[in-house]
């Protein structure tokens, strides 16, 4: 059978994740679902804003009923992107129009259109260790390499001196991912300004820029006042893909956008190659129903109260039990040292007991586990007691 390898390992290869959510499926039905502590996944738990489903009811009834379920522009409903440019000119001051605007099928759409866009033979894109897997499967596709640069250790802050090292005239592009998956890092203004000046630096070097793709899915999933800095803000070449996954609680329902924005050098070259790239990775335009839900909800949240609380009594019964972990300032993730080197050994023991927990290794970073605590609390309760037998047996 002639297929393609690259696309066949992809569909068969284990996801550590997916599995351990799939064994937490089978464990529901023996234990029953309220036993199985599943910390496994970032599939978020409170319900959409009540104005998601007033949209839909709004959209279905109105004058669009007839044509909302037809195709719209590739780019997206010219209404549409009218409305959220007016949001993004309001809530942080964007200079943008309709016209910088690509809706996409969530973030991960915006994503690849935005690689597949840039991507030259040759290229290379930088990630910041620990990172969302699936960016390596998007920059694989399209064939160019991925760079990993490790953030600070303890801190999970950019290190800009290893960034300057990494960076070289192949260097096409970075990934930043802040609030961060699975970090819970918000990087802070001062990163940011140091960033932009050493990507102009470095863009003046090699005589061709080097992009900033900001992805910001978890944009609004921010605790105790924790604002996130509007990158293109601190750099002119930065590609924004966004998606109401999180904040809307949409996953399901895939809907995010590309902000191409115009103080990009040939900004209208780039749009044109990101949607271009839409275009031969086959999406037609993003779903036109929930482009109206982006429209009238974008700036609302679903109600994400409930992650704060997750995050206080995780983060400090965890540390507590003495336990090392990253204080999230941001997304519904806390990553935890393992109490022993192999991770994976750590998972599997804390398994035994239905507590579903993922090894960071798939991110790039062997030595911890990831919480998803987009749980319900009671859960978060329930499972505190299990972390604390296993500190004891680690002798924490
Ligand atoms: N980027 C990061 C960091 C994520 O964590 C996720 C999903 O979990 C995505 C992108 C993809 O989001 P979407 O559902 O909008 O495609």
Redesign the pocket.
């Known amino acids: 059978m002639s297929i393609n390898r690259h696309m066949y390992q992809l569909g068969a290869k284990r996801n550590i994740m997916r599995e351990i959510f799939e064994y937490g499926k089978k464990r529901a039905e023996i234990v029953g679902p309220e036993n199985v502590l599943d910390f496994s996944l ?1 599939n978020p738990s409170v319900p959409p804003p009540a104005k998601v489903n007033d949209t839909i009811r709004a959209v279905l009834s109105g004058p669009l009923s007839d044509s909302v379920h037809a195709y719209t522009s590739a780019q997206g409903d010219a209404e549409v992107r009218a409305a959220l440019a007016a949001s993004l000119r309001r809530r942080f001051g964007a200079k943008c129009g309709p016209e910088h605007l690509y809706l996409t099928v ?4 915006a ?1 690849c259109s935005c690689l597949f866009g840039l991507a030259c033979p040759g290229d290379e894109f930088i990630v910041i260790v620990p990172y ?1 897997t ?1 960016y390596k499967v998007f920059i694989d596709g399209t064939g160019a390499a991925t760079v990993e640069v490790p953030a600070k250790e303890g801190t999970f802050d950019l290190d800009l001196e290893a960034l300057d090292q990494a960076i070289n005239r192949h260097t096409k592009g970075i990934i930043l ?1 802040s609030p961060n ?1 699975p970090s819970g890092v918000v990087y802070p203004a001062e990163t940011l300004t140091a960033l932009g000046d050493l990507l102009r630096r470095k863009s003046a070097q090699f005589a061709d820029p080097i992009y900033l793709i900001s ?1 910001e ?2 944009r609004e999933v921010v605790y105790e006042g924790v604002t996130v800095p509007w990158i293109p803000a601190y750099y002119e070449n930065t590609l924004v893909c966004y ?1 109401y ?2 904040c809307l609680s949409l ?1 399901g329902e ?1 809907i ?1 956008y590309v902000l191409v924005p115009p103080s990009m050098e040939d900004h209208q070259t780039v749009y044109a190659a990101v949607g271009g790239a839409g275009r031969s990775l086959g999406y037609i335009n993003a779903p036109s129903l929930f482009q109206h839900v982006a429209a009238a909800c974008d700036g609302e949240t679903a109600d994400l109260s409930v992650y704060q609380t997750n995050r206080n009594l995780l983060y400090e019964g965890l540390t507590g039990m003495g336990y090392t972990c990253v204080r999230p300032d941001g997304t519904f993730y806390l990553m935890v040292k393992a109490p022993e080197p192999d991770a994976e050994a750590f998972c599997r023991r804390a398994m035994a007991r239905d507590l579903l927990l993922a090894p960071t290794d798939t991110f790039g970073l062997p030595g911890y586990v990831r919480i998803a605590f987009c749980v319900d609390t009671e859960k978060v309760r329930k499972a505190l007691p299990v972390f604390r037998e296993l500190a004891e047996e680690y002798g924490l």
């Open positions: 970032g969530g973030a991960a759409a994503l969302f699936e991912n998956n992805d899915p978890y998606s996954s999180k996953p895939r995010g």
